[in-house]
């Protein structure tokens, strides 16, 4: 069993930057996979980001490549999103993810751990 608590989220004014981290735990969180989503009013949960689970391994949603950057650091078993030049289409919920293996980093399903998820709202 893996628990996942974000934190970070906030307002931030277009063109600014947050970061926002996941913290896991469990026995085996350090070995597992992780995602960012996020899912504004009315839409879909989106992929954002993932990392394998050592961070060798990252990929990015077109929509945020070259501005986000997605990390982790298993001593800590924290995940982290880095957010730069956020638009206000950026605005959302944001929610880490995890599980042990991944076959599709974009499909929400692929996922079984979620945690509660972080606000994050850009203004123009």
């Known amino acids: 069993q893996v628990q996942l608590v974000e934190s970070g989220g906030g307002l931030v004014q277009a063109g600014g930057s947050l970061r926002l981290s996941c913290a896991a735990s469990?026995?085996?969180?350090?070995?597992?996979?992780m995602g960012w989503f996020r899912q504004a009013p009315g839409k879909e949960r989106e992929f954002v980001a993932a990392?394998?689970?050592?961070?060798?391994?990252?990929i990015y949603a077109d929509s945020v490549k070259g501005r986000f950057t997605i990390s982790r650091d298993n001593a800590k078993i924290t995940m982290y999103l880095r957010m730069d030049s956020l638009k206000p289409e950026d605005t959302a919920i944001y929610y880490c993810?995890?599980?042990?293996?991944?076959?599709?980093?974009?499909?929400?399903?692929?996922?079984?751990?979620w945690g509660q998820g972080t606000q994050v709202t850009v203004s123009s």
């Open positions: 993810a995890s599980d042990r293996s991944i076959s599709n980093w974009a499909s929400p399903r692929e996922y079984n751990y």
């Open positions: 469990g026995r085996t969180a350090s070995s597992y996979a």
């Open positions: 990392i394998n689970w050592n961070g060798g391994l990252t």
